[in-house]
Structure formats: structure tokens, C-alpha cells
């Protein structure tokens, strides 16, 4: 285990090369491991680092806050902690080079092996280290037991086929006191006389065997119901620009989990909102499909960090998910409890509605 490093000093580029080759000394992982360049600002990414390939840089500001950078406009993290510091430092390296082991690795293959990989290399350097990256990075508290259930019981079975936008674009999930799931539906634009009537998708589109007979005709419909104690609507485009804030909260919403899979530039994004605020930790649209496997997606320490704890529970718990859109799909799950009834969406018993004023 390395020394622990006194951290009540301003971070120089000094102090932290120096407590870097101290941990660097007396671990066999991090022997001849070089710490990750160091810069004075983010711009110098290109030219420290090289293609943008994720690597970390470490920009060091003049009050020493150091800045965690894997592109030129991708911070990942800023503290004036320098046991934070190093412990990002040594992730990324053991990353690299658990890659180089998983890739020689025998069972159950590379991709199975990364994440495990990972955790048990930093347990070498310090076993508070490998702890902490099995919480997510940031000293989350890991639940005591593993998941222990199907990982495509509730969300993430739907990860296939809405790749292809099927069977629509928009996955949206509300909650919050008292929310009616046929005013949602009513506020988005649904036909009040097929909500009234309790029409299922299988009544406007036909479906055999998952398979939908009217796929144009489903872009005209919405489908919606309750589940895991969150009210779900799924839609390609409703009319207009759709409800703000303030008519949702009208209705109870105090909180919403957008899933929107934009099919001409072939990205899939997340949108949470709670009491009427973004919760994105300023990092502007939060692409699913930027997730990479050993690697926490959003800013480390900030308001999604339950979604980087989330994450590396579903890489430990399920490593014979090999597909990362699976994967990362579960983790929502698990940290939201999101649920999309699977049998009444791909029998049609689900319930829906066309768009008001659109042809039967």
C-alpha cells in the first residue's frame, strides 16, 4: 500500500510529480508508469496528449485546483485533493493496462475481464483504491449484495430493437405526487376519445409476434402506462414542441428521465430533469453512446455521480454483458427504476393513442 500523501498543501506541478513517483515506488503495478501529462490548460490537449483517445491530462490552475481532462472540452473532474489526484491518475493507467491483460486473458474473454481487471490491480496498489472503483470512483456506498436478477427483467430488453428506433424514438418516464398517467398522455396531445376508450397499440397498428404491421402508422401514436412507480410515454414526435416545465408540474411531475434516440446523426441521449432543473453537471448533452466500458461517464463527483456508481454495478454484476448499450441501459434501471413493460409492448396490449386530429 503507498504512503498515504499529506494533502493540506497547494498542488504544484512539483508536488505532484514527487508524490506520484512515491506511490509509483512502492507498487509493482505502477513500476516505470508515467503520471499523466501535466498542462496549464485544456487547449493543450492535442499537443500533450496527442488523438483524442480519452487519456487523461491533468491541468493544473494557478490556485492548485487540478483539472481532469479526456478531450480538450471533457472535464471529468476538479479538486484541490491530492490523494484524489493521484487515485484518477493510477485508474487511468491500471485501465490501459488491464486492457493489455484482458486482451491475453483465457474464459470468459476480454471484455468480461476488463472492469474485474481493473478493480483488482488497483486492489495491489492500495486495497482503499480498488474499493473505491468498485463504488463508482468517488467513495460510494456499494450495496452488500450483487443485483441477482435478470439484467433485461425491466428496461434493459428494449436495448435492441430501440437501437433501430423501434418502437419509437422517445422513451420518456415522469413521477411525482399524484401523476395521472391519461393526462400525461392528454397533455402531450393524445386523442382524448381513444384514451377515454382504452385503446391499445395492437387496435391502431396490428402486431404479430413483436412485429408491427403499420410501422408508418405508429409514428402517428403514442403508447404510455405505469410501471415501477414511474408513468411512462413513448413517442417518435408529438405536435407542437410538446408540454414545458410548468404545465408538467402542474400535473405533479417533479422529475423526468428522457431516452431520445436521434436516428439521422445516430446518437442516443439522456435527458434528467428534477423540479424544473437540468441535471447534466454542465456538461450539455449526455450521449449514451459515449459510455466506454471501465470508464465513469459523467463528472466525477457531481450531481450524476449515482449514475457512475450505477454503472460500474452493472459492469461487476453482469460482466457476461458484453454489449454496452445493454449494459448501460441496465444501469439506468437500477439507479432511476426504470421499467417498460415488456410483454403488453410487444404483444400491443399496451395502452395508446394517435395524436389528436390525426386519421383513424
Known amino acids: 500500500m503507498p504512503a498515504r500523501i ?39 490537449y492535442r499537443q500533450r496528449v496527442g488523438a483524442l483517445n480519452g487519456d487523461l491530462f491533468l491541468v493544473l490552475d494557478d490556485d492548485g485546483t487540478v483539472r ?11 479538486t484541490q485533493d491530492l490523494d484524489r489526484v493521484l487515485y484518477f491518475a493510477a485508474e487511468d493507467v491500471v485501465r490501459r493496462l488491464a486492457e493489455h491483460i484482458a486482451a491475453r486473458s483465457r474464459g470468459r474473454g476480454p ?24 463504488n463508482g470512483g468517488t467513495g460510494g456506498i456499494r450495496p452488500a449484495t450483487a443485483c441477482g436478477r435478470d439484467p433485461f427483467d425491466r428496461l434493459a430488453w428494449i436495448a ?5 428506433q423501434h418502437p419509437y424514438t422517445h422513451l420518456v418516464f415522469f413521477r411525482g ?21 382504452g385503446t391499445r397499440l395492437a387496435d391502431l397498428c396490428g402486431v404479430e409476434d413483436g412485429t408491427f404491421d403499420d410501422l408508418a402508422g405508429i409514428w402517428s401514436t403514442c403508447s404510455f402506462g405505469e410501471a415501477g412507480g414511474w408513468v411512462f410515454l413513448m413517442h417518435h414526435q408529438p ?21 431520445s434516440a436521434i436516428s439521422a446523426k445516430g446518437l442516443y441521449v439522456l435527458d434528467h430533469q428534477r423540479d424544473g432543473r437540468r441535471i447534466d453537471d454542465g456538461q450539455g448533452t449526455l450521449e449514451l453512446n459515449r459510455y466506454d466500458r471501465g470508464r465513469a461517464p459523467y463528472y466525477r463527483g457531481g450531481q450524476l455521480d449515482f449514475l457512475n456508481q450505477a454503472v460500474r454495478r452493472a459492469e461487476l454484476d453482469h460482466p457476461e454483458l458484453t ?30 393513442a394517435q395524436w389528436a386530429g390525426q386519421d383513424s
Request: no cysteine; aromatic share 8%.
Open 6 to 44: 499529506l494533502t493540506a498543501m497547494q498542488i504544484s506541478a512539483y508536488t505532484l510529480k514527487r508524490a506520484w513517483h512515491q506511490v509509483a515506488a512502492g507498487s509493482d503495478v505502477l513500476d516505470d508508469a508515467m503520471l499523466p501529462p501535466i498542462g496549464t490548460s485544456a487547449d493543450q
Open 68 to 78: 481532469g481532462h479526456t478531450g480538450p472540452y471533457q472535464e471529468v473532474f476538479a
Open 111 to 134: 471484455v468480461a475481464n476488463l472492469v474485474s481487471g481493473q478493480a483488482k490491480l488497483l486492489d495491489r496498489i492500495d486495497p482503499a483504491w480498488g474499493n473505491a472503483f468498485r
Open 160 to 164: 435492441d430493437t430501440w437501437r433501430d
Open 177 to 197: 405526487k399524484n401523476v395521472n398517467t391519461e393526462e400525461i398522455a392528454l397533455l402531450h396531445g393524445a386523442d382524448p376519445a381513444q384514451i377515454a376508450d
Open 239 to 259: 405536435p407542437g414542441s410538446g408540454p414545458d416545465a410548468e404545465a408538467l408540474a402542474r400535473l405533479g411531475v417533479t422529475e423526468t428521465v428522457r431516452l
Open 323 to 352: 454489449d454496452e448499450f445493454y449494459l448501460y441501459l441496465h444501469a439506468l434501471d437500477d439507479a432511476f427504476d426504470l421499467e417498460l413493460p415488456r410483454q403488453d409492448i410487444l404483444q400491443g396490449t399496451v395502452r395508446a
